[in-house]
């Protein structure tokens, strides 16, 4: 079997390229077509090599990788994934893969990750896609090249079947390991590769060949589509937050909607983007066309997707410090990202700056989070006003209630809820103060 590398991607002189190696006849293949140009092309090879210990074949695999590259003269970096955290263990060892091949690829500062997927992997990945629902960036599968930010993602095997890859292998005496879990009809991709793929090749021996000129001819169109879906980000977006403006969203054409909600979750999955299909979109455009002011809800991976009033926005769920109590001086780094600091003077005036005096005050004073039942006697009114009240007044997310900064003295009073609203202890300019605090 006659393939030709070459032909496929344009090779220049003196180029470094890691290569994705599983010991598998692809990516064996790919290795051994790789060694026969690298004098030619004075390149310089990294193997980076993942043991995903779940299987005993697994070490003689790594060992055999090892010798094969010290007899090739080609550097090798492995790892071993120690354990898995979720249940999805082909999507959780894919997204170690690739960290670990990019650290190799900023190690060696090369120009290319290479890896061995063929035509019969981007038929199985269409269909998968297609079936779950996607994009139309989705529904293109994969592409032979991908720029990052400093290399490119190379995928010169594209335009081979696997029987082409194993008759090389053959034909070149390449050793290789065959995995047995790509057997296993409990992963869904082994499915479409024991079921789909027969039938399809049954009907054209060449579909691989149709199935990539499928994938151009959407990515053409991916393209297009994302230019319009470009202009009306900056229409929806807040420049500032960077969340998404409900009342400016709802104006756009309902597709380039969708193609809006699948980029700003495309920063938080990046590679786990397979994990959002269809019902994961329309469950988010009911979340913007809700009735509810405040509302949120949860999304594969720990995301939580929020509603609040006019802005939508995604944010990682995490084990954060929801409460604390802090006893102020002369700064305060607070958990929200900002500070309060005293400071000796400024002409400010607006919430973010309280003028107090100790004699109105039981020091020391307090920075701490909500309580239920919180009221505070605000300046320039009469009796005490809740708290949720100001937060609402204010148009403040949940999220951001439980962590906001709230400044008492030592017997419990609010004094200020820094930014938001003052007490009836906040002196103005033109009276005697001993503490100016700033909130930043």
Known sequence: MSINIEESFNFKEKDTIVIGC??????????DLLLKIRD????????????HNVRKQSIEEAEFIKKYCEEKNVILESMVIEKYGDDNFHNEA?????????KVVEKYKADYLMTAHH?????????MRITRGSNISGYSGFHKIVDMDNYKIVRPLIYYTKKELEEYDEENNVKYYIDDSNSKMKYT????RKYALPFLKEEDINVHKKFLKFSNTIEEASKYIEKERDKALKSVRDSKSGRILIDEFLKVDSYIQKEILYYIMADYYQDDLILINDKHIELLLSLITSRKANMDVNLPNEIIAVKSYNEFYLKKETEELTAYEIEFSEYAELPNRHSIKKIEETTDNSNNICRLSSEDVVLPLIIRTRKLGDKMEVKGMDGRKKLKEIFIENKIDLHERDMWPIVTDSTGKIVWVPGLKKSKFDRSKTKNCDIIMEYC
């Open 189 to 192: 991709r082994n499915r479409y």
């Open 40 to 51: 030619k092309y004075q390149l310089k090879i990294i193997c980076a090599h993942v043991n």
């Open 22 to 31: 599983s010991t598998g006849p692809d990516s064996m293949a790919l290795f």
């Open 94 to 102: 894919r997204n170690i893969r690739y960290l670990f091949f990019e």
């Open 119 to 127: 035509g019969d992997d981007l038929i199985e990945t269409i269909l």
